[in-house]
């Protein structure tokens, strides 16, 4: 079955979810990880499975880089589900929509695992940076984490926004490449797509040096 011919309830969520995992992929070439490829699954009645490939092995002789790597670690996991509120392609300007953000990382659509990731990630990041804190008090806890997360999340909603028109040209480029599965004699309901790492780095523009530049220049 072409995959022109997916119904469109289908295709809109698959756009969603493929933003969805580019913005990991994107966002994680453009702070310095290495990346390999990205898979999704969608199936007529919406249950997906997406995945981008992440190196996380980094040298880390310092304090201040293992707090730089943490940092960038919770925003590519912030920018899958900011990346997923983006607008088509074809829209002019490409904007995240933040609560529509939160609302994904809180449960809607599966991304709670990115949730549960930072969270834990954010203690650690919180740990090293107030190390004086009394961990008793929970008011100066709570306010501590919640300074990191506004300022990471702000950085995040800057990186994907300039970052958006590749995030979504590539989102596009994973679902039109998506098929429909055999079933083994039952009905063909579900559509997949697998970018190897090699063929994402043939399409453009995605060079790790001037996603950052991007990202530098925006800072």
């Not at 289908?10 to 580019?22: G, T």
């Not at 559509?191 to 063929?199: F, I, P, Q, W």
């Amino acid at each position: 079955m072409d995959v022109k011919k997916m119904p469109p309830a289908v295709r809109d969520h698959a756009l969603q979810i493929a933003n969805h995992e580019m913005g990991h992929y994107v966002v994680a070439r453009a702070l310095g990880f290495e990346t390999g490829g990205v898979t999704l699954t969608v199936a007529m009645d919406l249950r997906h499975k997406g995945g981008a490939c992440i190196t996380l092995s980094r040298s880390i002789s310092s304090l201040q880089a293992m707090k730089a790597y943490l940092e960038d670690r919770i925003m590519v996991l912030y920018a899958g589900a900011m990346a997923q509120t983006l607008p088509c392609v074809q829209a002019r300007e490409k904007r995240v929509d933040p609560s529509s953000a939160a609302a994904i990382l809180n449960g809607a659509f599966g991304a709670e695992k990115d949730d549960a990731k930072i969270r834990e990630l954010r203690q650690l990041l919180r740990n090293i940076t107030f190390p004086d804190t009394d961990p008793a008090s929970s008011d100066s806890v709570t306010t501590e984490l919640k300074s990191i997360h506004d300022r990471l999340w702000l950085r995040t909603q800057e990186i994907v926004e300039a970052l958006a028109g590749t995030i979504t040209e590539l989102g596009q480029a994973l679902v039109e490449r998506m098929v429909l599965v055999e079933q083994w004699g039952r009905s063909a309901d579900t559509y997949e797509v697998v970018l190897t790492g090699e063929v994402l780095n043939r399409l453009t523009p995605v060079g790790a040096s001037s996603l950052a530049k991007i990202v530098n220049d925006n800072a």
